[in-house]
């Protein structure tokens, strides 16, 4: 059984993420642009209303470096009202909505500033982002593919090209992706991690601790690339630099409910079923709706000869996610096979 991994999709937020993802690698993080522009309107605009929009917008951007996202909104709101041509306003007010927790709003925004102006990249690359939380894997290929056309150089496109191509299968296609978005951007830990990951979906675990490798010194607050590191080292059987990857990510985020998770997979490898439980338990109580989490813990229950509680535990595992019947009947099959043969050497 695979440990989780921890993905990056890569938006132009000046070094930004939000986190956003099995009995396979997982957690996904997204980086927005956040690059807010100005008006269109050059300062001694002819037209007073478009002049006026733009003293909004300016404001509205210095509240949004503030984290005073609702006075930020509350200007693009003027702005757009005042002049409502101004693609910059609905694209600052899209980030600003993205950042309150409302995508849905954040997505309109962003179609409305790609309306007004077809050539504005940032809009493309964070619309991607929207639609990648939404699971519009090719309406994200779709804005990636735009904003490449538009400029080549720019790295963040590729790099979440390559995620979207990742989330459908094509791992080729992904690191390909990656690959190139490192060329032009050698700097971003979230690339290199995301390059790891797809490597490790190829069963490349040294590619993949490399890149995390890289990424952990580029950042070393970096706890989802400690965390994906450890797991590509449990694959390739060092467990002891696992479980220093794994305890370290938890240093860094003690609330990072994939990182407990796998710390859980190397506990029951090892044959700790105590400690492999309790770190189960723990990614379930940070993330109540992670089905593999109660899969694992009902494993390590089963192999406690506890089988009433495996049996709640599967039973809410299925509930969360049914796709998971064929792996998790193979896997009880499994542990149950390991548990007479234990039982029969008594």
Known sequence: M??????????????????????????????LTICLLASCAPARAQNLRAATASSYIERGNEWFVKGEYERAMADFDLAIATDPSQANAYYNRALTRFHLGRPDEALADFNHAIKLNPRLIEAYV????????RGDLDGVISDCNKAIELNPRLAQPWANRGLARGAKGDHQGALADFDYAVKLDPRRAETYNNRGVARFRLGDYGGAISDQ?????????FPEAWSDRGA??????????????????????????????????????????????????????????LADAYA??????????????????FDRCLALDKNLRQSLERL???????????NSMR
């Open 232 to 289: 590509a080292r449990q694959m390739k059987g060092d467990f002891d630099g696992a479980l220093a990857d794994y305890n370290q990510a938890l240093r860094l985020n003690p609330r990072f409910a994939d990182a407990w998770f796998n710390r859980g997979t190397f506990w029951r490898a090892k044959g700790d079923f105590e400690r492999a439980e309790a770190d189960f338990t723990r990614a379930i109580e940070l993330k109540p709706h």
């Open 2 to 31: 695979q440990p989780r991994l921890t993905e990056s999709i890569t938006q132009q937020t000046e070094g930004r993420t939000m986190n956003s993802q099995r009995l396979l690698p997982a957690l996904i993080i997204i980086q």
């Open 213 to 221: 490798t890289r990424a952990i010194k580029l950042n070393p607050g």
């Open 332 to 342: 009880i099959a499994g542990a149950k096979q390991q548990l007479a043969g234990r």
């Open 296 to 313: 694992q813990r009902g494993l390590v229950r089963l192999l406690q000869s506890r089988a009433n509680e495996a049996q709640r535990d």
């Open 126 to 133: 964070d619309r991607g982002g929207v639609r990648y939380l």
